[in-house]
């Protein structure tokens, strides 16, 4: 599966920002599991959120719960990262990845078969 992120950018603490990803190569039903991790300067990728594709279930970081939403559209092959009430903290590339089946290690980089490119995400105070 090929995933293609887009919608980062600089933001003012306290802004949203939405990402996109949209999945092509596989029919929707393939994807098992679909995540967005991020990565900041030096440091490792962190799991940010992920929807099993099957019936919707989310999970989010704790860092991010209660102002990040990830989401799909089924017949887009597309998820997305609602992202409010952004802080500095927030920096970083964020990743979106899938993987053809589901897996418990939702929080785990090394669960998922196909990255996406990154997006920048800038949160400045």
């Known amino acids: 599966v090929q995933l293609q992120a887009s919608g980062g950018g600089l933001v003012q603490t306290g802004d949203s920002l939405r990402l996109s990803c949209a999945a092509s190569?596989?029919?929707?039903?393939?994807?098992?599991?679909m995540g967005w991790f991020r990565q900041a300067p030096g440091k490792e990728r962190e799991f940010v959120a992920a929807?099993?594709?099957?019936?919707?279930?989310?999970r989010h970081a704790d860092s991010v719960k209660g102002r990040f939403t990830i989401s799909r559209d089924n017949a887009k092959n597309t998820v997305y990262l609602q992202m409010n009430s952004l802080k500095p903290e927030d920096t970083a590339v964020y990743y979106c990845?899938?993987?053809?089946?589901?897996?418990?290690?939702?929080?785990?980089?090394?669960?998922?078969?196909?990255w996406g490119q990154g997006t920048q995400v800038t949160v400045s105070s």
């Open positions: 929807i099993r594709w099957s019936n919707g279930a989310t």
């Open positions: 990845a899938a993987r053809s089946v589901y897996s418990v290690r939702y929080y785990a980089a090394e669960e998922y078969d196909s």
């Open positions: 190569g596989r029919t929707s039903v393939s994807y098992g599991l």
